[in-house]
């Protein structure tokens, strides 16, 4: 947790900072509509933190201004921006969490 509020606090002092979608997340905003592939280049302006739930989310403006609000996992920095190692790090270990099985008690009960 400390380390999530470190990387955001560097973030901030960094803003804007391109980033490129995952391909994942180009298929989402190209269902609704906006003309987004991994080449496209998008601005983190803002980046908050959103809980365990959510983790590192930010804010994005994309090529036609048009601003959406989406998790940084699902983001590509350059691997020359001086955070790059940081946050590929912070993604691979926040997809390790929330892809971990829930315990036991947890589960939902099938029917």
């Known amino acids: 947790m400390e380390r999530t509020k470190e990387l ?39 980046v908050f933190d959103s809980g365990e739930m959510g983790g590192i989310v930010c804010s994005i403006i994309e090529e036609n201004r048009e601003v959406f609000v989406v998790s940084l996992t699902h983001l590509k920095i350059e691997p020359d921006h001086p955070l790059s190692g940081r946050i590929r790090e912070y993604q691979r270990d926040r997809i390790k969490r929330i892809s971990k099985p829930k315990p036991k008690g947890m589960r939902k009960k099938s029917k």
């Open 8 to 46: 955001l606090k560097e973030m901030k002092q960094y803003l804007p900072i391109p980033a490129y979608a995952s391909p994942e997340l180009c298929k989402l905003l190209q269902k609704q509509g906006k003309n987004v592939d991994t080449r496209t280049e998008l601005k983190i302006t803002k």
